[in-house]
């Protein structure tokens, strides 16, 4: 393509080097596109007859047959997709080689980028819908189950599970936020910005943006052959959506072990010992957990690729995809496995509830049961500690306790103490807006609908 400022071809090792058409193939469908809007601005500006943008936009659509009836093999010698697409264009259709008019390949890759990522994100915004689709169904479905909360992995207060769900469900509904944000920043349309001035030629941007569904064209042509900023958002979204599915995982892994038992994972998404027979490991969680650190390694990728970049274009930045594709692959195949599998997880709500038997998770029950009697909170405080330590000293949990041991150990106790101190009540009365209660848990369900 540029053979004329050249004496020798360009050595065979430097091709192998260069080429980018291992990472930039796949786009081949949304070059096409961004293309035939090219062509069709040309002429609308009178720099092609509508004759000739009719003949270079039929042969488009003939080399796009052709590679999806696998009849094309693109040559590595030819570096990318894009050059690749044009030069079978010419061999077919002679007027191909009015194509590239006003356009260089800065802005080109960009469109396509874009084009192309806009597709893959919106179908996972499908896939992260589904996910928060399930975790809501789950929260209903578990509402009434009960299981101990942890901070610092202790027991802490007993919670609804359809709660702990929910919390899923706000962090999963961020990172849908954080997809749609870099949707919104891809959303600019980067051709006619050229190699990375803009263009002597009458082009109009507006059409051009206008064909290919962006809101607007980009405002600086130098910017815009230099920027991939929508790729970090995209990472952005990616890294922290990948960190909530390993947190995820965790739990549920933890959950899973013989010693806690809380879940019941099923049988299709666990796999066995081909040494122990009684095995049945959680592995898909595990290695969405796993997976978790190529992704952020992706993201690292391409901030520390663009940190030095001077304005505007680099080659550098040909090396901007390879982890892109990766990072959507893992993220989109992350989503539908774990949305498929948190639709059929089970709950042990007996072994749940049986974790609480020598906990004291009601500690704070009964220090707030004082607090409404009239006890400073940091009293009634020391009187529930001492309470707790007296009773392991002794081997006993609070359902242990006699009347008798009771009034001894709390003063201000009165019968009605008792009624409160179920792991239900418990979560019942926490009735603060965002709290564990079932009638607040039901009510944000009711939110999150809307
Ligand atoms: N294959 C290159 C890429 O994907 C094309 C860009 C060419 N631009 C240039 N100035 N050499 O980025």
Redesign the pocket.
Known sequence: MWHGRFKHDTAKIVQDY???LD??WRMYEADIQGSIAHVRMLAKTGLLTHDESAKIEAGLKRVLAEIQEGKFTPSLAL??V??NIEARLTEIEPLGAKLHTAR???D??ATTTRLYLRTRLQSLSTDLHALLQVLAENSRRHLNVIIPGYTHMQQAQPVSMGHYWLAWHEAFSRDNDRLNFALASLNECPLGAG?LAGSTLPIDREYTSELLGFSHPTRNSLDTVANRDYMMDYHHFASTFMIHISRLCTDLITWNTQEFGFIVLPDEFCTGSSMMPQKKNPDVLELARGKTGQVIGNMIDLLVNLKGLPMT?N?D??E??RGLWASLDTVTHTARIISALLERVDVDEARALSGFAKGYALATDIAEFLVMKGVPFREAHAIVGRLVGWCIENGLAFGDLTVEQWREHVPGFDESMLEILTVQASVRRRETYGGTGFAQVERQIGEIRG
Do not use: F, G, P, W
């Open positions: 260069t080429q980018s990472i930039d570096e990318d894009h050059m260089s390949r800065n080109q890759v190699a274009y080659r930045l040909q901007d995809k």
